[in-house]
């Protein structure tokens, strides 16, 4: 591919080592400092666009050397406010990485947020006042006096009775809640389920939060929106209009020289 090796070459004369053959770090491609790292494992049509989003990063680094630390600015990568092109940041993101929408995390979400209703009409059956946010008094009277209560922070726990002669070890699963004990009602038993899930709810809502906080990190949106052009420009211009009328001005008045001689000169891009 012409495009690819042109793109390493002119990245070359700018003092940035190209390597090609690499893990990247785990991810499709890496950027630190000088050194762009391209993943022997994504396919061949990624490799432009990979090697023009770690560019991106490259050339966000020439403007602000505490970049890896910071995030980056979108006021120093637009020279406009942040409210004003955000918005449409993330929509080109959204265009270019469908894995910034988070969609199977949200989907598994939803489907514990289901289970979670389910196990709370079962307690209300037997409890029809129980509500979440206040204590379930008669299941913590219960608790006291039951080794299910290590269930309440654990789906799997391991309980070693120390006797006198010697030890016996039992294991105790959310799944096998009634079978381990016999005598726990219900109610109970499905107020144990609810907490497990309710901690599985809370593991998918941080893992969201932590793809949003790196997606949404303005050297990633600037990154994604040059990407996003070499995919398909009009459908950038269409997406965020103001934000890329504001890099067509910059663009053109030089704010971007690496970018503006990639585009005109080895991708043709005519911007």
Same mark, same amino acid.
């Given at each position: 591919?012409?495009?690819?090796?042109? $793109?390493?070459?002119?990245?070359?004369?700018?003092?940035?080592?190209?390597?090609?053959?690499?893990?990247?770090?785990?991810?499709?491609?890496?950027?630190? !400092?000088?050194?762009? #790292?391209?993943?022997?494992?994504?396919?061949?049509?990624?490799?432009? /666009?990979?090697?023009?989003?770690?560019?991106? *990063?490259?050339?966000?680094?020439?403007? #602000?050397?505490? $970049? *890896?630390?910071?995030?980056?600015?979108?006021?120093?990568?637009?020279?406009?406010?942040?409210?004003?092109?955000?918005?449409?940041?993330?929509?080109?993101?959204?265009?270019?990485?469908?894995?910034?929408?988070?969609?199977?995390?949200?989907?598994?979400? &939803?489907?514990? !947020?289901?289970?979670?209703?389910?196990?709370?009409?079962?307690?209300?059956? &037997?409890?029809?006042?129980?509500?979440? =946010?206040?204590?379930?008094?008669?299941?913590?009277?219960?608790?006291?006096?039951?080794?299910?209560?290590?269930?309440?922070?654990?789906?799997?726990?391991?309980?070693? #009775?120390?006797?006198?002669?010697?030890?016996?070890?039992?294991?105790?699963?959310?799944?096998?809640?009634?079978? &381990?004990?016999?005598?726990?009602?219900?109610?109970?038993?499905? %107020?144990?389920? $609810?907490?497990?899930?309710?901690?599985?709810?809370?593991?998918? =809502?941080?893992?969201?939060?932590? %793809?949003?906080? %790196?997606?949404?990190?303005?050297?990633?949106?600037?990154?994604?929106?040059?990407?996003?052009?070499?995919?398909?420009?009009?459908?950038?211009?269409?997406?965020?209009?103001?934000?890329?009328?504001?890099?067509?001005? $910059?663009?053109?008045?030089? %704010?971007? /020289?690496?970018?503006?001689?990639?585009?005109?000169?080895?991708?043709?891009?005519?911007?």
């Amino acid at each position: 591919m012409m495009e690819k090796k042109s $793109l390493i070459e002119y990245f070359k004369t700018l003092g940035i080592d190209v390597h090609t053959k690499t893990k990247a770090r785990g991810h499709q491609g890496f950027f630190l !400092k000088n050194r762009i #790292d391209i993943s022997k494992n994504i396919p061949e049509e990624k490799i432009v /666009p990979t090697l023009l989003h770690e560019f991106a *990063h490259y050339v966000n680094y020439c403007m #602000d050397k505490n $970049l *890896h630390k910071t995030g980056g600015s979108l006021e120093v990568l637009f020279k406009t406010s942040e409210s004003d092109i955000f918005e449409e940041l993330v929509k080109v993101t959204n265009f270019v990485d469908q894995n910034s929408l988070c969609v199977r995390l949200f989907e598994h979400k &939803d489907r514990v !947020k289901n289970k979670i209703k389910a196990e709370e009409s079962i307690i209300k059956a &037997d409890y029809p006042n129980f509500m979440r =946010s206040k204590k379930f008094k008669e299941f913590d009277r219960f608790i006291k006096h039951s080794n299910a209560k290590y269930l309440l922070k654990y789906d799997r726990v391991k309980i070693i #009775d120390r006797g006198f002669f010697k030890s016996s070890v039992k294991y105790h699963s959310i799944d096998n809640i009634e079978q &381990d004990f016999p005598d726990i009602k219900k109610a109970f038993a499905a %107020y144990i389920r $609810l907490k497990s899930l309710q901690r599985k709810q809370a593991r998918i =809502s941080s893992r969201i939060n932590k %793809y949003n906080k %790196y997606y949404q990190q303005p050297t990633e949106l600037f990154a994604r929106f040059v990407e996003g052009i070499y995919l398909d420009k009009e459908w950038v211009e269409a997406i965020a209009p103001n934000t890329f009328e504001r890099f067509v001005e $910059l663009l053109n008045i030089g %704010y971007y /020289p690496e970018i503006r001689f990639v585009f005109n000169n080895i991708l043709k891009i005519n911007i």
